[in-house]
């Protein structure tokens, strides 16, 4: 692989570390923002619906913003503004305001929205280039940022650190890699990602175009399942695990630290998985060893067999998105509008889905409303067809 290609890679496989460090900078910490704002299940769902309102514009606008400034300018300009949100929720979690931290959640949403959907883009342009499977190690980064985030939560929950204190922290480390980021991207126009030509209104409707594509809109169904069941374990596995099976927070925190390495370590043997196996069937299998997972984490008490549930529910979610932009982008033309429709379907489900499962939690409590991951993950099942090729073969990416 030329040196370039070389740091284009490691340059957006460290964007996505930054992204998963940032989405699971407060996970861990849930239950003392919890007290330290004298919130219930219910006010923390409101919070986290913050974060999706933000992800909304941050989903919409990442695409034509990449195309707009280039990658190497737009994605570290993010990261800098991720750092910036990260640090506005520690400074109100300080005050205490709950004011302040849900305009801090709205920002982080918008930033963290934008920032995943324009890694992608890129990813997907540096995986063409490169003519090997990349996406599902690249995903693997953004786990292994959450095993760092959710790792660094859970030394600051044992060591009595403040919230406030952690994301402080937090922030300034995002922002310094950024640096490494913006030398590391190369300059000029990707391929697929090409300044739209034409009035807005035209392209406003070849945008739309793509969510009337019925296979693209499966595969954003499966992508759906997988980051629905991601994003409510970045945000309710800690607590699920300590006020549902009463374990102690240091405990419950370092659970979705195994979480995020188990996610991690499958990422990293997807590619070879997808090799010998093709796309649908390594989509398929970790999927339902997803759902037996969650299925154990809702139904049992003991704390080994809730470590089980919480190591298969991780490998479920694994592969839905990686592969998934590698199908969205090979399934047609214009790979960057393909890739940015699903992953705004993903991105989306992952961060609705925490504010939706807090919502049914009030009425069910947490543990039965995760029964909504398992059905959920059933329907990405079914839809995961959709990432082989029109003639039902699995794509060998590295092949390309």
Request: proline letters at 5%; one cysteine or more.
């Amino acid at each position: 692989m030329p040196s370039s290609i070389s740091r284009w890679r490691n340059a957006i496989t460290v964007s996505f570390g930054l992204g998963g460090i940032a989405l699971s900078t407060w996970g861990p910490r849930l239950p003392a923002l919890k007290a330290d704002l004298q919130l219930d299940t219910g006010g923390l769902g409101v919070l986290l619906a913050g974060v999706t309102v933000g992800s909304v514009a941050g989903l919409l606008c990442a695409a034509p913003v990449i195309t707009r400034f280039g990658a190497r300018r737009a994605i570290p300009a993010v990261i800098v503004l991720v750092a910036a949100s990260i640090a506005l929720i520690g400074f109100g979690a300080a005050l205490p305001s709950v004011p302040v931290v849900g305009v801090g959640f709205v920002v982080a949403g918008f930033c963290i929205g934008s920032l995943d959907v324009m890694i992608n883009i890129d990813g997907a342009a540096a995986e063409e280039a490169a003519g090997r499977t990349l996406m599902p190690l690249m995903h693997a980064a953004w786990s292994g940022g959450a095993a760092v985030g959710s790792g660094i939560g859970a030394a600051c929950a044992a060591l009595d650190v403040s919230p406030s204190k952690q994301f402080l922290g937090e922030a300034v480390l995002i922002a310094a890699a950024a640096v490494f980021v913006a030398r590391n991207l190369p300059d000029g126009v990707r391929a697929g990602q090409e300044a739209p030509q034409g009035p807005a209104s035209q392209r406003l409707r070849a945008w739309l175009r793509g969510w009337t594509d019925v296979r693209l809109l499966m595969i954003g169904v499966v992508m759906l399942g997988a980051e629905l069941g991601e994003g409510s374990a970045n945000n309710w596995l800690t607590l699920a695990a300590e006020d549902g099976h009463g374990l102690d927070p240091a405990l419950a925190a370092l659970f979705f630290t195994v979480f995020a390495v188990s996610e991690m370590l499958t990422r990293i043997a997807g590619g070879p998985l997808v090799d010998r196996f093709g796309r649908v069937a390594t989509t398929r299998a970790t999927i339902a060893l997803g759902v037996v997972g969650v299925v154990l984490f809702i139904l049992v008490d003991n704390p080994v067999v809730v470590l089980v549930g919480v190591l298969l529910w991780a490998v479920g979610v694994s592969m839905g998105f990686p592969l998934g932009m590698t199908a969205a982008a090979q399934s047609g033309p214009n790979p960057a509008a393909r890739v940015s429709v699903v992953a705004a379907i993903g991105y989306f489900a992952n961060l609705a889905g925490p504010p939706g499962v807090g919502f049914l939690a009030q009425s069910t409590g947490l543990l039965p409303a995760l029964w909504l991951i398992a059905v959920l993950m059933l329907v990405a099942f079914g839809a995961a067809g959709s990432f082989g090729t029109r003639t039902g073969e699995s794509v060998q990416t590295s092949n390309r």
